[in-house]
């Protein structure tokens, strides 16, 4: 006698949250200023993937600004031992010094906040 296959029910991902401390730049672009948020991680993703992900949106609170102020998105973001690399979609020649500098410390900050992360290396399509 056969039996009849047992349905398995969906396989869900599993979601994961976190509090991460987020730098984003004042509206003069002075000074980094830190945003504790609660962000949901996705099996597969890291928390440098959630980190990225979040610094690279519009601030939620008053008086923030965004790290850019065009529309860029991680090309990778690798993690070996306590470096994380990042891979933008930008290339360095499109930034005023201002904006690449106030970018990469708030990228280097929010990034070794991480538990086990001491380093961070931004490259720019590809590029340092």
Do not use: H, W
């Amino acid at each position: 006698m056969i039996e009849p296959a047992m349905s398995q029910p969906p396989q869900r991902r599993e979601i994961q949250s976190f509090a991460a401390a987020l730098y984003f730049p004042n509206k003069e672009r002075t000074q980094l200023i830190c945003s504790i948020r609660t962000l949901r991680l996705v099996s597969g993703q890291t928390r440098a993937d959630a980190v990225m992900y979040a610094l690279l949106r519009k601030p939620e609170e008053e008086g923030l600004t965004p790290l850019f102020d065009q529309n860029v998105y991680t090309r990778s973001v690798t993690v070996c031992r306590d470096l994380v690399t990042v891979n933008l979609s930008i290339d360095e020649s499109d930034l005023k010094e201002e904006e690449l500098v106030t970018a990469c410390m708030a990228i280097t900050a929010s990034l070794t906040q991480i538990s086990g992360v001491s380093y961070a290396r931004v490259l720019f399509n590809g590029r340092e």
